[in-house]
């Protein structure tokens, strides 16, 4: 449903989805376009959500990242730096 509302409501095109896992949770990373908004060109988004269930609630994180520069170097290392290093922690019962 994520993906379609990305494309539906947002415009976004070029979708490339990747399953993983974050600190033993589900997780997906999704590279896509995002069309210009307000001031905002058209730009390259990564888009991180998690997804955690226990017994009485589900939780959802997400993290975006996003730049005019996408072939930046810094951009680049720095981007992948923060996807691999985002945790997701549950409150204590």
Known sequence: QNRGNLETMM?????????????????ETTHYMAPPMGPAPERPIIM?????????????????????????????????????GFQMLLPSS
């Open 11 to 27: 415009g976004a095109y070029d979708l490339d989805v990747e399953s993983n896992t974050t600190c033993g949770f589900p997780s």
């Open 48 to 84: 991180h959500a998690v997804v955690a269930r226990t017994t009485d609630a589900t939780y959802l994180a997400t993290l975006t990242i996003q730049t005019t520069e996408p072939d930046n170097p810094t951009y680049l290392s720095d981007s992948q730096e923060i996807i691999d």
